[in-house]
């Protein structure tokens, strides 16, 4: 009975054992990995549809718990997997009082179902991904379009309401099914109409018409040339930064002129632009600013010696700064390589500094609407006044959101921030998102809130169903979000 | 940590859902709106204890019936039991097979002694206690597959009929079956009868041996399972139509034995796309017929 792989569920007093990927008798409890995660409860009313999927965990953030009472506001129990209440004037699941520097705070945890929602994603690539407007599908559905290019970006919006129930059936579950692995970051493949096929996941470089991209550079060879030249000037008579598309060279690049940095005799192989920007100094690949090439030398004919001099000062440099060489020449002008002295440490570490690891990345977007508000209080639009007063704060599954001005509440969050599948569907179809609402107590009451609900977060806390999760360090810690967790 | 029991009204505003633990019933009663509020109401008191209830008797309960002289104590166990011990001594079958129409009988009962209803019905998942008032009927459809929906079969239901209890069994469904049949509907006097003999001629719907068929042992699933080492029905594979016939025969003889002994009033056996009904019932009416759905049906599984 009590095998390695099978936990016990106490969700109920049948007190299955369940083994390693199997349910319980209620289908609604299941053992992943050992842990005892919950199955969304909508899927189970709705179970003609494909049961067993879209497994929703049910944990709380919070550092381990070591069986005290809890003192401090450590613990934050977030949404996700707890469910909703219906009719909608029932309160919310969990209504949890915790008590932060001495004031009561209360946070209503729902999960909310959305079907105004979708997800905007930001490609990070150079590359040309589709005309602006131009219909985006997964698994030949449309679900969303090729919206603005932003700065080394290109953007997505896919998924909302007119793809989720204004079109047919089938494109209401891909773009159902896109959104939610999209959300819990898995990797989608998407085809642009008339432009390239894309695979994206929050948080990963995409993959653009089946080639990684890796790294977004600062700028080309010759914009570095120009953004760095004065941190170079007087430190080294010549860079090189070597790139596959535009190489650039110091002395003669306008940017040098205008420093007046004499000429050195350099000589670069591959063909000149204009002056200072060179062309095909080497083959595509992955070494050295994207070409070929590992030894840099090789993109380096003869010196000139009526210009140059025994003792010059090179510095070669990959446009991401990854790659790097000092040399000086000898008396024959011969470089000889040599250590990057210190001087010139820095402006290596700020031209890497200045690249950014290629991404896709995934914001969530959606409303809150009147029913879910009714969960968190009898008087639903008070909780929308609450928020824009900045007395609510809204975190989804723990992570900080943006809320939209204006009507309703209307936010967005990074997916990255949020937990391990943290979303969840409904065959609607619709997409299930955890959403909490932390207030001061006396705020929660004023608006009108279903206080009688109002349990204390250790009675939350007891029994050990619940997967806890370490905080995340990037999120401001929900219960305090103006100030650091270490600050409490 | 235990959830509490979940009562709410489903999103049409008719229908109470209930829920707690693996016991999740729909319920619809019809009637005066102060009538069917005071039925929710007396449902929904009845049901928040019924888990306890039966938990309180599991080990009992997922024993073979009639192996010990023990008897259950709380009221739904004794109706499981007494539901079952008719097909014990030939069998193999615990209480188990007959919880879910058990439970929706004891709910159904605390409704229609609470008030006056015209009709109601409590289903669990598929297993579905029945109520009429005199003059009454209810038209009810079969699918055979919850997860392809589609009807083949109906029957309409009098109160005069006496039947109060349909129930579904397949390996398909939720509880393990021994069988292969997709689905084995049977209509019967109560809801807890119903759901131990679709049980019994689910089982019997089979083709022993036969390599289309994954089989694997209830517990290694189920730790916990009343079926212990038994082999249960995981898969079945393409059959030919000979041996669809052959199994459908099998589970139809197993259907007549019982009708012919009362237990059971009717059933209708689905596999393969083809489907066998046991023979007529008194008055010349078929059971299971063709008919358009004229009132709101029951569509299950």
Redesign the interface.
Known sequence: MAEADTIRCDACPVLCHIKEGRAGACDRYGNRGGQLVRLDPHIVLERAVRQGEAVVPFLEMGREWDGTMVRTPETFVTAIGAGTTYPDYKPAPFIISSQVGGADVVTVVTEGIFSYCGVKVKIDTDRYLGAECSPVRAQDEPVGHVTTSEYGSQMLSLGGVHHLTGGGKREGRVTCETLLDLCNGKAVELAIEGGARVTVQAGKPPVVNGAREERMRVGCGSATIGMFAKQWFGKADEVVVVDDHITGVLSEHQAGKLLGIPPTGIKLKGRRSTPGRYFQVAEPGTAWGGTNITEPLSILGEWNAKIAWPGLRLLMVSTTGEHYAYFELDEKLRPMAKDLPAQLEESVERVAENCEPAMASVLFMAGAGGSLRAGVTENPVRLTQSVRAALTHVTCGGAPVYVWPGGGITFMVDVTRMPENAFGYVPTPALVAPIEFTMKKEDYAALGGHVASIRPLDAILRGETRRREAPRSENPWPLTPAAPKEDL | ???PAVI????D?RRL?L????I?LVVEAFGPAESVRAAYGAGAARFVSV??EL?GD?TLLRQRAGAGPRRPEGPIARRMFEAVEPFAEETFITPMAAVAGAVAEEILGAMVSAAELERAYVNNGGDIALYFAPGRQWSVALVDR??K?SLFGRAILRAEDGIRGIATSGWRG?SFSLGIADAVTVLGETAARADAAATIVANAVDLPGHPAIERIEAR?????SDLGDLRVTRGVGALEADEIQKALARGLDQAERLRATGLIRAAALRLGGETRVTSEVAEGAALFAGDPLRERSVLH?
Do not use: K
């Open positions: 940590m235990r959830e709410r009204m489903l999103p505003g859902h829920h707690d633990g693996p999740d888990l306890d938990c599991l919850p997860d929906p939720r290694e699933i189920s730790p916990d599984a």
